[in-house]
């Protein structure tokens, strides 16, 4: 039987958490630099405990004013200060609720900036691995954040997104495209059924590129969060495809 890890980015304080734990396999927690804060942690981190969820460190840029979305300039130093920090303190909110981090994903600018930039990319992951050489990171499927944690042996889950459309070379669609974001279900499933089944996304310029689908991201902040997760979860289903964590 196929299976697939379906993640989501909870604990930015919009709303849907309760109903989507319910609906996935791993929970990237905001862990305060670009969202959140002490007690939506330890109310995410509850959450996912209850339902049996994987909890991963969603790392940002110290950047609440614009969600973490906008490329800050800091050196080497400064970006492993930023992501062991806010692992770090995660997981010790984890530990006192009975769990633990499994999973690292940069979040917003991070994530796409290191996706792009080996150099980035080789700080993240150098990073994660120096903290905890058990950690997974979650990164961008054919990217520079797969490849250069491959080189230093940390494990890694290679991401695609179900409500995001790609380019050509295997990049995410500007949010700033009117053609970025997918919201309709539908176009969602068959997208992600494509990409799990098959190893084939289709790209905003009609071209079929191959990919490799890992885990499967819904973000948590969009309005039909939940409806699109209870709709990808129906079609995974009906496909005979499980959803079961990358750690599980």
Same mark, same amino acid.
């Given at each position: 039987? =196929?299976?697939?890890? &379906?993640?989501?980015?909870?604990?930015?304080? #919009?709303?849907?958490?309760?109903? =989507?734990?319910? !609906?996935?396999?791993?929970?990237?927690?905001? #862990?305060?630099? +670009?969202a959140?804060?002490?007690?939506?942690?330890?109310?995410?981190?509850? =959450?996912?405990?209850?339902?049996?969820?994987? @909890?991963?460190?969603?790392?940002?840029?110290?950047?609440?004013?614009?969600?973490?979305?906008?490329?800050?300039d800091l050196s080497a130093s400064e970006i492993v200060r930023i992501v062991t920090d806010q692992i770090n303190a995660l997981a010790e909110i984890a530990k006192t609720a009975g769990g633990k981090v499994t999973h690292v994903k940069? +979040?917003?600018?991070?994530?796409?900036?290191?996706?792009?930039?080996?150099? &980035?990319a080789s700080v993240i992951a150098r990073a994660i691995a120096d903290l905890d050489d058990r950690l997974i990171l979650f990164g961008l499927s054919g990217s520079h954040s797969i490849s250069e944690a491959e080189k230093i042996g940390l494990r890694t889950a290679s991401e695609?997104?179900?409500?995001?459309?790609?380019?050509?070379?295997?990049? !995410?669609?500007?949010?700033?495209? &009117?053609?970025?974001l997918i919201q309709d279900q539908e176009t969602a499933s068959t997208q992600v059924l494509d990409m799990i089944k098959y190893g084939r996304v289709r790209s905003v310029d009609a071209i079929m590129?191959?990919? @490799?689908?890992?885990?499967? #991201?819904?973000?948590?902040?969009?309005?039909?969060?939940?409806?699109?997760?209870?709709?990808?979860?129906?079609? &995974?289903?009906?496909?005979?495809?499980?959803?079961k964590a990358i750690d599980a």
């Open positions: 039987m =196929l299976t697939v890890d &379906l993640n989501c980015d909870v604990g930015e304080g #919009c709303g849907y958490d309760a109903e =989507l734990m319910g !609906l996935v396999s791993s929970a990237n927690i905001a #862990c305060g630099y +670009h959140g804060d002490e007690e939506t942690m330890r109310k995410t981190v509850d =959450l996912a405990v209850e339902n049996g969820v994987t @909890i991963g460190a969603h790392p940002g840029y110290p950047d609440r004013e614009n969600f973490g979305r906008d490329v800050m940069p +979040h917003g600018a991070l994530y796409n900036q290191s996706a792009r930039d080996p150099e &980035l695609v997104f179900a409500d995001r459309t790609y380019q050509s070379d295997g990049s !995410l669609t500007p949010r700033t495209d &009117l053609k970025a590129i191959p990919i @490799i689908a890992q885990t499967v #991201c819904i973000h948590g902040d969009g309005d039909n969060a939940a409806n699109f997760a209870r709709a990808i979860n129906r079609a &995974l289903a009906q496909s005979g495809i499980e959803i």
